[in-house]
């Protein structure tokens, strides 16, 4: 079986892991010079720090499905962060996650008096929708609305409180706004409105207080550098800087990937994209070629090499402004970039010696924007973006900078990502579950789809389980029947 995959990012990569350890001869063909996708190192004279995500969940998950694909799981070295995080407020106080829950107790307690039992409870009833909601809809594809809509599914929502939004859930155990705040902003870790996004995704704030946050050395991004090497290693054909433009068929199947330089023929054919962008290129094909989407959120990344380190900070904080909500509001009703932002900084440097030079350091500040076009001047948004970490908690950063750059959502857009979202389609209640594309979205008989716009969604762990999913579709389970046109039959 010749299986050829459009598209480098993690997604794709796992798949082609999973195909190779099934005997299938791969060809992965990536528009950019690197693969990773989102998951790539940004470098300059000596500084090296990630690109995209940092932020690490679910090393379990990640670790099995590697270990599934054959993948040597040892060359890995994982670290948890201790604490998690701290958020900063604009009044000097702060509060720090942490994975224990006795050390997360006496800190709600000592910050919020007589919130401990608040979050006891969510512990113990998080842990058991936790379980259930990874068993019937992480493992689980959709490839017909009447195999998500079944009584025991519809049970398991009502259990999950998925009718509420995760800032509501958030409220139903939270007094103080500032600890409900802690509980509810992450769907931003996956491009989503915590006032929008069903309450499913409080998994992810549950998740981060329960297997921790953790730190792959060397970046995350070194995980697309060790699978790449294994893949090469099991003799994948990698074509880099070669974007695919066209899928060219013969009745209902793909024949060939038409690339700038030529055509590639295979077998079966993986497309590896955010999945309104990459559907263009199989519009005749597509289930629902209408319909629209929403993007997730969009990110202002500033990448900066400086000539210090601080020994006193931590590898991830967060700093909050006193109207977090109007923040979300601007981000995603009004499409505005909010002129007082709270923001996330990332300082590997303090755990991770071989990311600058020796004495020198790296730091990586995230700003959740709007996707689409700014409504500002980008450089003095990141410098008052700067500023206010300097005042709030790295003195002298800005003279120490040697190196800086940045990312806006029109960059992420040129790269291929919907509407410049960072995280693909908006983790919103018609665009999760049976409601996302799924893993054989097109009426072609041997064209599948993986990445962050595929079910189950965003962040990692969860697109490497997608493409888990479409492994089991396409090696473990019998397939679904197919009528003339391709689509599966209901």
Known sequence: MKTVIAGGGIGGLVTALYATHHGDEVTLIEQQSKLGGRMQYVENAGFKIDAGPTIVLLPDMIQEILQETGFPVESLDWQLCDPLYTMNYPDGSSFRKFNHPVRQMDEIEAMFPGEGPNYARFLEEMK????????????????????????????????????????????????????????????????????????????????????????????????????????????????????????????????????????????????????????????????????????????????????RFYADAEVHQFFMNDAFDAHMTDVFKYRSWHPDPSFYVFYPSLIDETLAPAGKSVMYMLVPVPAGKPDTDVERYAEAVIEKAEARGFSGLCEAIEWKELRTPQDAEMDGLFEGGSFGLAPTLMQSGAFRPQLKPYRSENVYAVGASIHPGGGVPIVMQGAKLLARYLYEDTQAPVSSDGKEVE
């Open 128 to 307: 058991v929708r936790f379980e259930e909601g990874r068993a019937a809809f992480l493992e689980k594809a959709f490839l017909t609305k009447r195999s998500f809509f079944t009584a025991e599914n519809m049970k398991a929502l009502w259990r999950m409180k998925a009718y509420k939004s995760v800032r509501s859930l958030a409220r139903t155990y939270f007094s103080n706004p500032r600890l409900q705040e802690a509980f509810y902003f992450q769907t931003l870790y996956i491009g989503g409105q915590p006032s929008k996004a069903p309450a499913m995704y409080s998994l992810v704030p549950f998740s981060e207080q329960h297997h921790g946050i953790w730190y792959l050395k060397g970046g995350y991004a070194g995980l697309i550098e060790a699978i790449e090497a294994e893949l090469r290693r099991r003799g994948v054909t990698i074509r880099t800087n070669e974007a695919v433009t066209e899928v060219t068929h013969e009745s209902n199947r793909a024949v060939a990937l038409q690339t700038e330089t030529g055509e590639v023929e295979g077998d079966r054919f993986i497309m590896n994209g955010d999945f309104p962008v990459t559907k263009e290129l199989l519009k005749e094909q597509s289930k629902k070629p209408g319909q629209t989407y929403e993007p997730s959120s969009g990110c202002l990344l500033i990448y900066l090499g400086l000539n």
